[in-house]
């Protein structure tokens, strides 16, 4: 490969592992569960204080098992350092999230998402993910 190819390739890796990272908002804040295989491997592990999931199932129910009893989230990621090694990647990106309990509180909590990928057939999905909390807040009173 020529290095334009090889900048050009780097690049498109990284707009796709920053993707990734996006569509986890999305897929956690309106439920795109339907939508799993397009960002997890089959045999992924995440791990995060509700616990450790192990294959798409087992993730699926640990989100839905945290994020279900909320009427809405707000998930928002940030400072992505994204590392490409061949065909696997690493990806560190911090997570502030809105949790709505009702029409009048919210919750927010702060994380670091710790994801690792590899590159499949059908493109970059992430195969690892380790949730550090920063921070949660109590119930507050909603301003808005």
């Known amino acids: 490969m020529s290095s334009t190819e090889t900048l050009i390739r780097a690049l498109a890796d990284r707009d796709e592992l920053a993707d990734l990272v996006a569509r986890?908002?999305?897929?956690?804040?309106?439920?795109?569960?339907?939508?799993?295989?397009?960002?997890f491997t089959e045999d992924v592990v995440v791990t995060s204080l509700r616990g450790q999931a192990r294959g798409v199932e087992a993730l699926?129910?640990?989100?839905?098992?945290?994020?279900?009893?909320?009427?809405?989230?707000l998930h928002s990621k940030s400072n992505l350092v994204i590392e490409v090694d061949g065909d696997t990647a690493t990806v560190r990106a911090h997570d502030i999230a809105v949790y709505v309990l009702d029409d009048k509180t919210?919750?927010?909590?702060?994380?670091?998402?710790?994801?690792?990928?590899?590159?499949?057939?059908?493109?970059?999905?992430?195969?690892h993910l380790t949730i550090t909390p920063v921070a949660l807040t109590e119930a507050l009173g909603r301003a808005l």
């Open 24 to 39: 986890h908002s999305l897929w956690l804040d309106e439920a795109r569960y339907d939508e799993t295989g397009r960002l």
């Open 60 to 73: 699926v129910a640990l989100a839905r098992a945290g994020h279900d009893k909320y009427l809405r989230t």
């Open 106 to 127: 919210e919750a927010v909590a702060a994380g670091i998402h710790h994801y690792r990928a590899r590159r499949t057939g059908d493109g970059w999905r992430f195969d």
